[in-house]
């Protein structure tokens, strides 16, 4: 079993070299999953002067262990946004979401790009909560969806009371993103790789932006990572929680071509891929509040119990869940700072869409989504109710790293220590090599936590990820944990 994702497995990887010198340009693009690369995409037809810069390796970051799905049937979310923002902003949401399944799927077809896109029946279901199932069918009835009503999924599974729509799709997102960033390199547009943006100001109308060791000055700046940083007046952190969850791929000899998610913990999500010979089923189960379960073996062992057959890919993937379960998508105050983050873990959707509301916004182009996804929208009765979640998570996480670091659940091989005054991890791999980090995370100081699957260092706190010798590779900490004895 590989814990990769498959998406990253089968690729032919691409390689963009390090930006090594000063540049201009009109907009800097930072970070090279599917917001920013739409966002380039749909810049890339103007006479803007564009680069994206990404930290690590393009498409290799939250985006390339995704799902894969387009679709707007999302749990019971419309039931949810109405009683956060009313009936006329939920069915604005899911306008929003059709829009995004016919803007990508009219680029795969304009653009005849191969990347596995297959249209598949959507279903939801529950197996216990009933009375959601129907108030979000009665909901959907309302906003003019046509939907079937099922007892069986296609592949001959029971299920009771599930609803489908027959209009989605599912495919693989980085063979679609590879293409586009083939599509704006010959446009013009630079793409570099191993290329950190530590910090950003503004000066006289222009912003600042450094890098490791050079310049990139710009008019507009777009942060598409995972977890914005550079925003602390933005106040992430408490308006947001982290979900983690659980993706097995395993083999099965028939593709039935239909995707179904259910809408109470725990969430069991799942879809077909079919690439060549071979034919996988992809399961998502096992979702939580990121702060509350790190036991990342036992996590994977909940996800394996799910079938009797082994898995060929397992891998984990962390999603921010907005307080009042809109992304954040648009401009930063008055500046020309923007940002596409919190898309409550259906970001094919929302960063394809993302990619289009901003690019209108720098082209001073109209579109309806600017204000529902506006990141200084009004706050509402909802907003305040999970103000206290996403604040004890944050609260609890932090205090839980300093009561204990060695966990019960670590083999021998793991442990902490101080070295030169300063707290360490280390790890021991199969050729008793060890491999040593700081032990604290640079975004907010968390101590870390070693994950034994994926032989990474995880802060629990706000989902920063280091390799196993430290270097950052999912944010929002910008900086590396390498431990040196100088």
């Known amino acids: 079993m590989k814990n990769i994702s498959i998406w990253l497995d089968e690729l032919e990887k691409k390689s963009f070299k390090r930006l090594d010198k000063d540049i201009n340009v009109d907009v800097l693009v930072v970070g090279g999953g599917i917001t920013g690369i739409s966002t380039a995409y749909h810049l890339s037809t103007g006479d803007l002067k564009v680069c994206l810069v990404e930290k690590n390796k393009l498409m290799e970051g939250v985006t390339s262990r995704t799902t894969g799905k387009l679709t707007y049937l999302q749990e019971n979310i419309y039931s949810k946004l109405v009683n956060f923002h009313g009936k006329e902003k939920s069915k604005l949401y899911l306008e929003s979401q059709k829009e995004a399944i016919k803007l990508v799927k009219g680029i795969i077809d304009s653009n005849k790009i191969d990347c596995n896109l297959d249209k598949v029946s959507s279903y939801v279901f529950d197996y216990d909560d009933i009375e959601s199932v129907e108030e979000e069918i009665k909901l959907l009835n309302e906003f003019g969806v046509s939907l079937k009503l099922s007892n069986v999924f296609p592949n001959g599974e029971d299920i009771n009371n599930a609803y489908f729509v027959e209009d989605t799709y599912v495919f693989h997102p980085i063979k679609y993103l590879s293409k586009l960033v083939d599509i704006c390199s010959d446009r013009g547009i630079n793409f570099y790789e191993d290329t950190k943006v530590i910090s ?70 799942t879809r077909y891929y079919e690439n060549n010979d071979d034919i996988y089923q ?183 990820r280091f390799d196993i010798d430290g270097k950052s590779i999912e944010g929002p900490s910008n900086y590396d944990i390498t431990y040196s004895e100088e």
């Open 200 to 269: 950003v100001d503004e000066d006289d109308g222009y912003y600042i932006c450094k890098t490791d060791n050079n310049i990139i000055k710009a008019k507009y700046v777009v942060i598409a990572v995972h977890y914005p940083y550079f925003l602390f007046p933005f106040l992430m952190p408490f308006k947001s929680y982290l979900e983690k969850s659980y993706i097995e791929a395993f083999k099965v000899t028939k593709n039935y071509r239909f995707s179904a998610i259910n809408i109470t913990k725990p969430i069991i999500s």
């Open 282 to 464: 992809l399961v998502l189960t096992n979702s939580h509040n990121y702060c509350f379960k790190n036991d990342e073996e036992k996590n994977f062992e909940e996800l394996f119990n799910y079938n009797d057959q082994e898995a060929e890919y397992s891998w984990s993937n962390k999603d921010i869940m907005t307080n009042d379960l809109l992304p954040y998508i648009g401009r930063l105050n008055d500046s020309n700072v923007l940002i596409g983050t919190g898309y409550n873990t259906w970001g094919m959707t929302n960063g394809s869409l993302a990619g289009k509301i901003i690019s209108d916004i720098i082209l001073d182009r109209k579109n309806r989504y600017i204000d529902l996804f506006n990141p200084h929208r009004k706050l509402n009765l909802g907003s305040f109710l999970n103000f206290p979640v996403a604040l004890f998570s944050s609260a609890y996480s932090f205090l839980k790293t300093k009561v204990s670091k060695n966990k019960e659940w670590y083999s021998e091989r793991v442990r902490f220590e101080k070295r030169n005054g300063r707290d360490v991890g280390i790890y021991i791999d199969d050729d008793k090599q060890e491999h040593i980090v700081y032990n604290l995370c640079p975004h907010m100081k968390c101590s870390l936590i070693f994950n034994e699957i994926e032989k990474t260092w995880d802060c629990p706190c706000h989902g920063s």
